[in-house]
């Protein structure tokens, strides 16, 4: 949610509560709120009493003799370590950030009331299954059952000066939401599209600027998994086959069948790729009680567990990207939008916002039948009003019942069962299990669109392009044992020629889906260690393409000579500790700059169009400022003179001394307390290398990468390795707040297993 959260100021924190923190008074309330981890709690709500183990990381095991008293306790427990990230996480959905960190964050509330996430969680949590809303209710009467404990709280309220309310059964939903739409980009590529074509764009030129996914590039599904006879996908437009979308959040994972492995059993990989942030994302848990057993990465605010294993069967998800959003242009007549013939009234809802220091901000919602008139809660909206349709804001949505399914399941069989439940946002499962075998399914709500609505450009609200309903989940991709022996996802394209029907046409680039599956290949037989290996690789395939644009170009100066012999000397590794990354990044981004008055965006990056037009020209080579008429070649060229000279301004010897992943505390990194709060060490790779480090072009920061990484050896599970960056503890004084990010930065992991010494604190029914 970052990107929804900017300009907090200073103002945040008074001078008053600043003072406490600097004497000893301060620090000594500091430390009497970290959480109890050890000997015995009474709490009104368990039927039984719950063993909370920690080890020496503070990775977290419960066992409780009932599911309900699990998700208790792990309530409890999210609560004891994550209260503040869990309350910032339901103000974000509920779009109440204004009443504690006052009118810098109005615009981003508005925005989120107008979409209605806190509505949506609503609205699916009254039509929960029995099992599902048990499991929600359990979860948030822990919770409730911390905030009654008397235990100290964070020290973010008492900076801000409130206390959180009861937790619902709303606010444990909600997230599963704000993941979705973190996950679901598609609304913001028809908006660049529909704002490409307006500044006069042809739809030609959009082919050359986004160039579709390429033809002999990889799927993740190959026509040899798919089931015969199979209708041919129709090919949509020319003008509606683009490029990959610009968010950030991608993940990698695969699988390698035991006839590829040393053990003879299968390997399951997988580390998406998220926000970095303070405190981390996830948090590491093993959860016991009968008939459950599962341990891995949770989600602080919502039960079980979202990726990892149990005993019989282990599952890793990467982001599909599929295009459940779509965008309609809305007609206005009489004070209504006209649908199928008809003008229609718009259902306007009132918002109320209260703001820190006691104003009130109301504000009205238009919606339709498709849902939220969404472009008036944008900054700088476009001219025809677009109403949103996104299956994550319909009524009924049972992803916690899949994931709780999930964690029980003993087989393939159980596993795509439980599968059948998904929403939003589709995830590539990848699945492995102690017999041996390996497997994919993207599960998830597909819409069905008419023939030549391709979802890609807003399209008439008129009733003409409804939605017909979802795919069944009989017709999702998926294939067990395939013949090649192992799966690779990296958020590219899911499915091949031939497929029935296109889960969208925007696909990440392939570069890291093609290294993964060449280290796989690379070797006959592969063990633990090579899979640590390729989660670490940081070759960058970007490199390799852009390779022979180096030995093309001629270059301007003898410093500039000298730098491009040194790159067609290097390897590509994008290694922290490597001047000749630090310069192909800085020539890389210089080049993508080339479209900039074109279309309007400082950086352009889409390697295949840059490709192009270094093989074969383009128009926005040619430099307006010079009487020369200049080639691509000349470009590049001038880029790697700009590289130089922005390296030589920067100071900067290596790539990882200007290359830094950013753990920022959501409000505390805009107060003095970010000394605190705050980690930011060097890193290398780029947004293309396996051991992904997307970077802003502008600063060279990176704010988004690994958040998780996990090794499932199905042949020893108690050999298994997880890790996630900062720690396990949200509390600034914690020894677990931040010393797993040595680790993660390293390519070192912690044990995956159910075992584990350490500190017990047994939670036991109170009255």
Known sequence: MRRLIRGLGWALL??????????????????????????????????????????????????????????????????QERLWQMEFQRRVGQG????????????????????????????????????????????????????????PLPPEFTLLGFRPEAWTGPDVLVWAK?????????????????????????????????????????????????????????????????????????????????????????????????????????????????????IGA???????????????????????????????????????????????????????????????????VRETVYGPVITDALQDPPKTPMALRWVSLDLEDHILMAFLGVNRARDWASFVAALRDYSAPSQNFVYADVEGHIGYIAPGKFPIRKA?????????????????????????????DPPRGYIVTANHKVTPEGFPYALTYDWAEPYRARRIEELILGKEKLSLADMKAIQQDQKSLLYRDFRPVLELLSPLSERARAWRERLLAWDGTMAASSEEALVFALWYTELTRLPEKEVG????????????????????????????????????ALALERALERKEALKARAWGEVHRAGFAHAVLSHTPLKRLSDRALPFGGDRYTVNVGPFDPRTLRMDHGPSYRQIVDLADMEASLFVHPMGQAGHLLSPHYADLLPLWARGDYLPMGFAGEGRTLLLEPGR
Not at 118 to 124: F, K, L, P, T
Not at 457 to 479: I, S, T
């Open 14 to 79: 008074v001078a008053a509560v600043l003072l406490v923190l600097l004497g000893l008074g301060g620090f000594v309330y500091l430390r009497s709120s970290l959480p109890q981890a050890e000997g015995r709690v009474s709490l009104k709500g368990l039927s039984a009493p719950v063993e909370v183990a920690r080890d020496g990381r503070g990775v977290v095991r419960i066992r409780a003799r009932s599911l309900k008293d699990l998700f208790f306790a792990q309530g409890y427990v999210h609560a």
């Open 96 to 151: 109440r950030l204004s009443e504690v960190l006052g009118e810098a964050t109005l615009p981003q509330d508005r925005f989120l009331r107008t979409w209605g996430f806190y509505r949506a969680a609503e609205a699916a949590y009254e039509r929960l299954y029995p099992e599902e809303k048990e499991a929600v209710d359990a979860y948030a009467a822990g919770v409730n059952a911390f905030l009654a404990s008397g235990a």
């Open 178 to 294: 704000m993941m979705s739409f973190d996950l679901s980009g598609n609304w913001e590529e028809e908006l660049l599209r529909h704002r490409l074509l307006a500044r006069g764009v042809s739809p030609e030129r959009l082919l050359e600027l986004m160039p579709p996914y390429p033809e002999d590039a990889p799927t993740i599904l190959r026509a040899e998994d798919l089931p015969l006879p199979i209708k041919r996908e129709e090919a949509p437009s020319a003008l509606l086959q683009m490029a990959p979308p610009r968010f950030l959040e991608a993940s990698n994972n695969w699988v390698v069948a035991g006839s590829r492995t040393t053990t003879g059993k299968p390997f399951l990989a997988d580390d998406p790729h998220l926000r970095l942030q303070a405190p981390s994302l996830w948090f590491l848990m093993a959860l016991e009680a009968p008939g459950y057993r599962a």
């Open 298 to 364: 949770s989600l602080p605010g919502v039960p079980g567990i979202v990726i990892g294993r149990n005993d019989r069967i282990a599952w890793g998800v990467t982001n599909v990207g599929a295009d459940v959003q779509d965008l309609y242009l809305l007609e206005e007549a009489g004070g209504g939008y006209r649908y199928k013939g008809q003008v229609r009234p718009y259902r306007v809802r009132e918002e109320r916002i209260r703001v820190k220091g006691g104003r009130e901000e109301v504000f009205k």
């Open 452 to 480: 030549g609505h391709t979802g890609m450009v807003p399209v008439p609200g008129n009733g003409d392009w409804d939605w017909l309903g979802y795919r069944r989940p009989e017709e999702w991709p998926q294939v067990l």
């Open 601 to 636: 965006e400082a950086y352009w990056d889409e390697p295949r169009y840059l490709l192009r037009a270094m093989r074969e020209g383009d128009k926005n080579c040619d430099q307006p400022e010079t009487e020369y008429k200049e080639t691509c070649l000349d470009y590049a």
